[in-house]
């Protein structure tokens, strides 16, 4: 995007939000639990990103998902701190990749303590990837309109005269 004058930028008080100081591990552990606790505003900023393309107009619908993320955490840290760090932790170093596929126990245990004390399951397999509709309230961005160029080859006049082909057309089957 170029920068000229007439672009106007937001300020540095609009774009400071807290931050998320979480490890890969920490979001990985809790990034299924979260998706679905967040799935709202969530989607809300990413269909206001696809619709305006601009991502100064989605500043808000931003910073109400780093809210929700942040207040998704705060509930963990208080209901299900141990089961999380041993599932974090195991994820972080079971393996290089950290795969899932090493912790099943230390996770089985994180999600009934996730359905015990927050009421949130584990998403089914293949959920995040199902299309869903997602109601908002903002309205619909103004559809832009059709760019009409003028025909930079104009036809041939209707009496202008069409000689037979001399070998024969191409389209045989019409004639």
């Known amino acids: ?32 639990h979260l998706g679905k606790s967040c799935e709202n505003p969530n989607n809300e900023f990413m269909l206001c990103r696809l619709e305006l393309d601009d991502p100064r107009a989605c500043i808000m619908e931003g910073k109400v998902v780093t809210r929700c993320a942040l207040d998704f955490f705060r509930k963990v840290k208080k209901s299900c ?11 972080d170093k ?9 912790c099943r126990k230390t996770q089985g245990v994180f999600d009934k303590c996730m359905k015990d004390n927050l009421d949130i399951d584990r998403p ?3 959920y995040f990837t199902r299309a869903k509709i997602h109601h908002t309230e903002r309205p619909a961005p103004p559809k832009r309109e059709k760019k009409v ?8 006049p209707e009496d202008y005269p069409k000689p037979q ?7 045989h089957w019409l004639e």
């Open 124 to 126: 089914e397999y293949g």
């Open 165 to 171: 082909a001399k070998y024969g057309s191409r389209f």
């Open 1 to 32: 995007m170029v920068v000229t004058n007439d672009v106007s930028l937001p300020t540095e008080e609009e774009l400071t939000v807290t931050e998320l100081n979480l490890s890969t591990a920490a979001l990985r552990a809790g990034a299924f």
């Open 149 to 156: 160029y003028e025909d930079a080859t104009p036809g041939l």
């Open 81 to 91: 701190y141990e089961e999380f760090m041993q599932y974090a932790n195991c994820l």
């Open 94 to 102: 079971s393996s290089g990749t950290m795969a899932f596929r090493h």
